[in-house]
């Protein structure tokens, strides 16, 4: 991985003496963790799940590694994963499966199509006026 203090480093180095003042110590920190990283809810449940590719795994991985509030919520999912799997199988009442079969399949007939209105004929001696387009 390229470090990021050694490029700004090396662009930095091309401006004249006085430019801009460069906290050196800054540039050579590693990169701390920023809160708007956080893992959205469709990644920590494709994590869980083991969904993710293994390059977006692995990134999810360093990040829980550092994100507490992410760990979190992957420990909650999890758990509710494993609960949804050890619940007992869900039934369906008789008279819901009846109401269901009554459901036609087909689709109703669609309405006929009004007729066409008749044209406007203009009235004898009348002139008819044309409009310039623009």
Do not use: W
């Not at 430019?19 to 708007?36: G, K, M, W, Y």
């Not at 795994?57 to 050890?86: F, I, K, N, P, W």
Request: contains cysteine; hydrophobic residues 40%; proline residues 11%.
């Amino acid at each position: 991985m390229v470090d990021p203090g050694q490029f700004f480093r090396k662009a930095l180095s091309f401006l004249p003496p006085g430019f801009v003042s460069v906290d050196q110590a800054a540039l050579a920190a590693p990169r701390e963790f920023s809160s708007i990283d956080h893992l959205s809810i469709e990644a920590v449940a494709a994590y869980v799940d083991g969904e993710l590719p293994m390059k977006a795994h692995m990134r999810a991985a360093s990040h829980l590694e550092q994100c507490g509030q992410c760990a979190a919520e992957v420990t909650a999912q999890g758990q509710a994963r494993e609960a949804l799997r050890d619940s007992c199988p869900v039934t369906m009442p008789s008279t819901l499966m009846g109401l269901l079969s009554q459901i036609p399949e087909s689709a109703p007939p669609a309405p006929a199509p009004e007729p066409a209105a008749e044209p406007v004929e203009p009235r004898k001696g009348m002139r008819r006026v044309r409009r310039k387009r623009r």
